[in-house]
């Protein structure tokens, strides 16, 4: 019994400087068979969009941190619509695929309001417990499905922990943070503000500054 191997494809991403060419060259020798090959061209980085989402959709894993992060491009789906990046028949499965991340990190809630790192675990997971807030808070609105007051306030006063918590390092303080302010809860403020009294240049002290714009301390923010 003879048994075909699946398709295989190699994708090339490159730069052409303006009144330049660049040859593109296929080695018949890497191949089975006949390749075919595709070019695409355009003036913005935004061409491989598509194919990036296809790529997240498939994500081989289901743990928190990579059910978060395949699922936070598709909140942009609206945006992406607008600039031509995607057929306008695509949001439907996209907003569903969203939804479904939203279900899928809510069974790793714990009670606590931190999360896990796979479904029906007890094993706490701080720092992306951070980035599953984020990505609740910000899919509520974009999604138009509101959290659970419970749920909500659980979230957020595990953030308050974390972003009070000075024997945490700087950038887990200051995400924790700037998702309390996306949140619209303000116990951020304090947190923010003793970030930038430390007169650091570095992330940390930019997301800091990003929680108090965003919480509508612009000023402060503006350093």
Same mark, same amino acid.
């Given at each position: 019994m003879l048994f075909r191997s699946p398709p295989v494809t190699q994708a090339v991403t490159m730069a052409v400087p303006a009144g330049e060419t660049q040859r593109i060259?296929?080695?018949?020798?890497?191949?089975?068979?006949?390749?075919?090959?595709? $070019?695409?061209? *355009? =003036? !913005?980085?935004?061409?491989g969009v598509k194919d990036a989402m296809d790529w997240l959709n498939g994500y081989p894993y289901g743990c928190l941190e990579?059910? #978060?992060? =395949? %699922? @936070?491009? @598709?909140?942009?789906?609206?945006?992406?619509?607008?600039?031509?990046l995607l057929a306008p028949g695509m949001v439907p499965a996209v907003r569903s695929r969203a939804v479904q991340a939203m279900a899928a990190i809510l069974t790793m809630m714990q009670g606590d309001g *931190? @999360? !896990?790192?796979?479904?029906?675990?007890?094993?706490?997971?701080?720092?992306? *417990?951070v980035f599953a807030a984020h990505y609740l808070? #910000? =899919?509520?609105? %974009?999604? =138009?499905?509101?959290?659970?007051?419970?749920? !909500?306030?659980? $979230?957020?006063? @595990?953030?308050?922990?974390?972003?009070?918590?000075a024997a945490l390092s700087r950038w887990q303080r %200051?995400?924790?943070?700037?998702? $309390?302010? $996306? !949140?619209?809860?303000?116990?951020? +403020? /304090?947190?923010?503000?003793?970030? +930038?009294?430390?007169q650091k240049d570095?992330?940390? *002290? /930019?997301?800091?500054? %990003?929680a108090l714009i965003r919480g509508g301390y612009a000023a402060e923010g503006a350093v």
């Open positions: 060259q296929i080695d018949q020798a890497d191949w089975r068979g006949q390749p075919t090959a595709k $070019l695409r061209v *355009s =003036a !913005s980085p935004a061409l990579q059910t #978060a992060a =395949a %699922a @936070f491009p @598709f909140l942009g789906v609206d945006n992406m619509v607008k600039a031509g *931190s @999360f !896990s790192m796979w479904p029906g675990s007890s094993w706490q997971w701080p720092e992306a *417990s808070f #910000a =899919a509520a609105p %974009a999604l =138009a499905l509101p959290l659970d007051a419970d749920v !909500s306030w659980r $979230l957020r006063r @595990f953030l308050q922990q974390q972003a009070e918590n %200051a995400y924790s943070a700037y998702v $309390l302010a $996306l !949140s619209t809860d303000q116990d951020f +403020l /304090l947190p923010a503000r003793n970030l +930038l009294l430390e570095d992330l940390p *002290s /930019l997301l800091a500054a %990003a």
